[in-house]
């Protein structure tokens, strides 16, 4: 299969705000879930809120252990997913790639990049190696927590995750059905 790509817009899936852009695209039998969204911070700011522990747990997971290159925690992610997280990557503060699920069937890596824009900081982040019928799932998944990582770093409480989920997983689902 030829790789095929399918953007969803923040309309489609009716994104609380605007900017957050996803996209999902098809490799074979695997897919990748891509984010990108611009904060109203610096480089630094975000690139603790996507690494420090006490920051991740206000918007995506809980982690035990201590981050570090090469090391493994184990995370429990506010949608559900617990396991290990195994850092491959970690060049602060401008791009991290971990391995979440390292060495069983469902392993996926996963790539923040975080540049500069004048006063703001765009985020991208990619999931690759996600089965093709779990893409749909898992971006509205990621759409939802980088809508919490946005109410976070605006200082607010995250919104209810599996709700947002759920008003975003129809036009996910539509977007992975015309990858197949």
């Known amino acids: 299969m030829d790789e095929q790509t399918d953007q969803i817009s923040t309309d489609q899936a009716g994104a609380r705000r605007s900017g957050v852009a996803g996209s999902l695209r098809a490799s074979g039998d695997r897919a990748t879930v891509r984010m990108q969204d611009r904060y109203p911070t610096h480089p630094e700011d975000l690139w603790a809120a996507v690494t420090e522990p006490e920051r991740l747990a206000r918007w995506i997971a809980v982690v035990d252990g201590v981050p570090g290159l090469g090391g493994t ?34 392993e996926t890596t996963i790539e923040a990049v975080l540049t500069r824009d004048g006063d703001s900081t765009l985020l991208v982040v990619e999931e690759r190696g996600i089965s093709l019928e779990q893409v749909a799932a898992y971006g509205a998944g990621w759409q939802a927590h980088i809508e919490d990582l946005a109410a976070h770093l605006a200082g607010r409480d995250a919104g209810g995750w599996a709700t947002r989920w759920t008003e975003l997983a129809p036009a996910y689902a539509e977007q992975a059905h015309s990858l197949a």
């Open 73 to 106: 925690v184990h995370a429990r992610f506010t949608s559900g997913w617990e396991g290990d997280v195994r850092v491959e990557v970690c060049e602060p503060p401008r791009r991290l790639i971990v391995t979440s699920a390292p060495g069983r069937s469902d």
